[in-house]
């Protein structure tokens, strides 16, 4: 009796105690609690799982490099517009039908890693079969995965090309609108990515945070990113290398990690976005950040399928020579340097987006301004809100 006394007021004391600290500190406040807490679990599950990776690597320590690759190509992947769209577009209709989820992006993680894990280990496993038992085949399987890992990255990148320019395209209309009248967020489905598009009719189905870990099973099928083919990749060198599949185990588990915790912040931020008074309807940030996010895909993909493609050629016909080639060479060799520079890009082009965005986006509005109260020289005002052109302005009494 003694101890379940105590316990009410000491939770009531360390809940009291973390409002606080959630108030003080300005970013965070801006997240709902249940959001901090769904976060900081992620966070400490992320320390136990490096924690035993560490372990298991301290006698692997070759394997080292690959691991963070793999972790690093979960974090990027959770950047891709399908994920980006899915929970956003999920987190809106659920806050519209007054829920507050805030593990939107944590159970589209899980059900998108599901598949991730389960095709590494079939993948690994075949690699290694196939290994085994013919070993002239290395050679012409790489140039048929070769073949088509290039091929699927740079048609994903035209398509993600032809999204971009829809994106942009509808920045421009929400930019052009007059700054009174209220833009839909709608049109921001278009940019959502391949699989975004196949599995519209999939969303209406979603009517609570944790059906959205089979809609990631579904999403997970589509292998649509170069970050998963990456990995796939991975566990196939290695099962080739004869690298235990236990051991293999560890890059998929790194990538979910990686995954999950910025899809499940992802999901939070967006929850925070469209219950803020302030936020709620700003159609141009977030085409804004979609563009940016779709034209790092684009960079991404079509920069993975020409290195895979160009190598490929090199290793067919080796009689081409000259700088050029010597270039793709060198870029063969180095693949994970390049793919941990394209990683570390996205930090780099994030960063610039989020400084860029405030400059440019008071030169936005500064436009939109003139053009409503008639400062421009094609617009004039006839009242609050009320924008005609100014014809024979100079004939009038």
């Known amino acids: 009796m003694e101890s379940s006394t105590l316990k ?31 976060i900081l679990l992620l966070i400490f599950v992320q320390i136990i799982v490096w924690i035993a990776v560490g372990i298991v690597l301290h006698f692997h320590t070759a394997l080292i490099s690959t691991a963070v690759l793999s972790y690093t190509l979960g974090l990027r992947h959770a950047l891709d517009a399908d994920h980006i769209s899915a929970i956003d577009l999920m987190t809106r209709r659920l806050i519209a039908s007054g829920q507050r989820p805030v593990t939107v992006g944590t159970f589209f993680s899980l059900g998108h ?12 496993a ?25 091929a699927f990255l740079i048609i994903l990148g035209a398509m993600n090309g032809w999204i971009l320019y829809k994106l942009c395209t509808a ?19 278009e940019g959502g990515g391949c699989m975004t598009m196949l599995l519209k009719r999939t969303f209406k189905l979603v009517d609570r945070p944790w059906k959205m870990y089979p809609l990631g099973v579904l999403f997970g099928l589509g292998f649509d990113t170069s970050s998963e083919i990456a990995l796939l990749g991975i566990s196939s060198i290695q099962a080739a290398k004869g690298t235990s599949i236990w051991l293999i185990l560890i890059f998929p588990i790194l990538f979910t990690s990686g995954m999950c915790l910025l899809d499940t912040f992802d999901g939070a931020a ?44 090199h290793a067919v016909r080796p009689d081409f020579s000259g700088p050029f080639w010597e270039g793709v060479d060198v870029a063969g060799d180095n693949y994970d340097i390049i793919g941990g520079s394209i990683c570390g890009s996205f930090v780099v082009f994030g960063i610039l987006s989020v400084v860029l965005y405030k400059p440019w986006r008071k030169g936005v509005d500064r436009k939109r301004e003139a053009r409503l109260y008639g400062t421009d020289d094609q617009v004039g005002s006839t009242g609050l809100g009320e924008v005609e052109p100014v014809i024979g302005e100079s004939s009038r009494g």
């Open 8 to 38: 009410g007021p000491l939770l009531r004391k360390l809940q009291s105690q973390a409002d606080a600290y959630h108030q003080r500190i300005p970013w965070i406040r801006k997240l709902p609690g249940p959001a901090i807490a769904i």
């Open 113 to 124: 890693s599901t598949i991730v894990i389960v095709t590494s280990i079939v993948v690994a």
């Open 126 to 150: 075949s690699s290694a079969a196939i290994q085994k038992r013919f070993d002239s085949f290395s050679t012409v399987g790489g140039i048929i995965g070769s073949s088509v890992s290039s």
């Open 171 to 189: 920045l421009e209309r929400a930019i052009a609108a007059p700054i009174n009248q209220e833009v839909s967020l709608d049109m921001t489905f």
């Open 270 to 313: 967006m929850m925070s976005l469209y219950t803020s008074a302030r936020l709620a309807k700003d159609t141009i940030a977030v085409l804004y950040y979609q563009c940016v996010l779709t034209a790092i895909t684009v960079f991404v993909a079509v920069t993975i399928g020409l290195i895979q493609l160009l190598t490929m050629i």
